[in-house]
Every structure is written in structure tokens, then in C-alpha cells.
Nanobody, 125 residues
Framework: QLQASGGGLVQAGGSLRLSCAAS????????MGWFRQAPGKEREFVAV????????VYSDSIKGRFTISRDNAKHTVYLQMNSLKPEDTAVYYC????????????????????WGTGTLVTVSS
């Protein structure tokens, strides 16, 4: 139900835009966002958008460089990634949940029941 795309190979300082298209129960999702997992590391929070309060939450590691946005008509969430660094290299996963979630829990991957297959972002130095 979640299809992520837009990953690829980019040089440090470059940009990429990831897309996450939702289908099926897409219109019912309350929150959609992105997590990432680098080789040998645990999955970590990147950014999420919540429709109910039109809020965006970002990880400190990407704040100011990445921007999450959404297209309601297309049930799609985007992640614009600028000023990419080699440490941003990871598989990026789109995640979503149906029910509302308190702000303090939106960074917790276990709170998301729906996951996309992931898209690989590689940033070369």
C-alpha cells in the first residue's frame, strides 16, 4: 500500500526527492513519514507529516536540509533532501499509520503499521 521511489546515487552536496505513494486505505492515514536504515545500523526516524494538525516533525540530524511535504489529491508524501552528506546513505522507508498519534510518539517506528519496501539513497564523498 506504500510505494517509495526516488532514491539513487548522488554526490555530497547534491539533492534528491523521494516520493511515497499510498494506495488502498491511503485516504485514512493520519500520519505518513520517513525512516532510514544505514548498513549495520538500526532504523532511525527522519521526518513525518500528520494531516490532523498539519504538523511536521524532523530528526535533528536532517533538520534544515530535508523537507517533508504532501499532495493530498495524490495521497503522496515527499521528502526533499538537499545538501546531502555521505552519512545520509541508507535505505529510506516510507511509513504510515491510521489512527492519530501524539506528538511525542511520532518518532517511534513501532507506532507505524504500514511500511513501504524502501528506496536506496547513496551519497558519495
Amino acid at each position: 500500500q506504500l510505494q517509495a521511489s526516488g532514491g539513487g546515487l548522488v554526490q555530497a552536496g547534491g539533492s534528491l526527492r523521494l516520493s511515497c505513494a499510498a494506495s488502498g486505505r491511503a485516504a485514512s492515514f493520519s500520519t505518513m513519514g520517513w525512516f532510514r536504515q544505514a548498513p549495520g545500523k538500526e532504523r532511525e526516524f527522519v521526518a513525518v507529516y500528520t494531516w490532523s494538525d498539519n504538523s511536521k516533525v524532523y530528526s535533528d540530524s536532517i533538520k534544515g536540509r530535508f523537507t517533508i511535504s504532501r499532495d493530498n489529491a495524490k495521497h503522496t508524501v515527499y521528502l526533499q533532501m538537499n545538501s546531502l552528506k555521505p552519512e545520509d546513505t541508507a535505505v529510506y522507508y516510507c511509513a504510515a499509520r491510521l489512527n492519530r498519534i501524539v506528538l511525542s510518539s511520532r518518532r517511534d517506528a513501532s507506532q507505524y503499521a504500514y511500511w513501504g519496501t524502501g528506496t536506496l539513497v547513496t551519497v558519495s564523498s
